[in-house]
């Protein structure tokens, strides 16, 4: 969100398009429900579908995008490198917390049912847990419950993890430290940007496409 807002590009996040099918209470997010209930995570085809769908729009043609939540497995990043121009994807940004504090750190989250803006319950809204942006109810995800939250960092480590080496494979990969304050690690993520925008060629290049 931060990174999306400091690039004025867009945020292209599974996780809020998956919550928004949810709301919708269509077929698909009946099924969608189902699955993020249990923790687990949604088929590939209907990820990519998803997100081929929103690239395909004019923001992110024109600008970038800057993707998150995706790709979660191997099969989900031949399927988005299959889908992009050669080299059109820049960077891919490993944000590394340990498992503890991401434990802990996915219990405590809150987060806006009407605009997806996060709180924790150290950093409460400023108002009886009505969103300081929307005001809309701030509560916690069901797909945030301790069991559930267990078997999320399960099948990361099965289907995610080797995302990395495919990744540093392709020279696309970069590192950041996870641990601090939200502002501290957007900091991080985008000096690393900067970083590898050094090795572009001048102004004329908007954005970066992040994972
Ligand atoms: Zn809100």
Not at 29 to 46: N, P, Q
Not at 66 to 82: K, N, V
Not at 130 to 159: H, K, M, N, P, S
Request: charged share 30%.
């Amino acid at each position: 969100m931060r990174l999306s807002h400091h690039y004025v590009v867009p945020h292209v996040s599974t996780g809020d398009m998956l919550r928004a099918a949810v709301k919708s209470g269509s077929d698909l997010g009946t099924k969608v429900k189902e699955v993020m209930d249990r923790g687990e995570l949604l088929g590939d085809d209907i990820i990519m579908e998803m997100v081929a769908e929103r690239l395909a729009e004019p923001d992110a043609r024109a600008r970038g995008f800057i993707l998150d939540g995706c790709p979660r497995t191997i099969r989900q990043a031949e399927a988005l490198a299959a889908l992009m121009a050669p080299g059109a994807i820049d960077l891919v940004v490993d944000i590394e917390v340990p498992t503890v504090q991401a434990m802990r750190r996915l219990a405590s989250r809150r987060v806006c049912t009407d605009c997806g803006a996060n709180y924790s319950v150290t950093t409460p809204p400023k108002v009886n847990w009505t969103c300081d942006i929307c005001g809309g109810e701030v509560i916690q995800r069901e797909d945030d419950t301790e069991d559930a939250i267990i078997r999320r960092l399960e099948l990361y480590e099965r289907q995610t993890a080797p995302l990395i080496e495919w990744y540093e494979d392709r020279n696309q990969l970069t590192k950041i430290n996870g641990v601090g304050a939200a502002e501290a690690v957007s900091r991080r993520v985008i000096r690393a940007v900067e970083e590898r925008r050094g090795r572009w060629q001048g102004p004329g290049r908007p954005s970066g496409r992040l994972l």
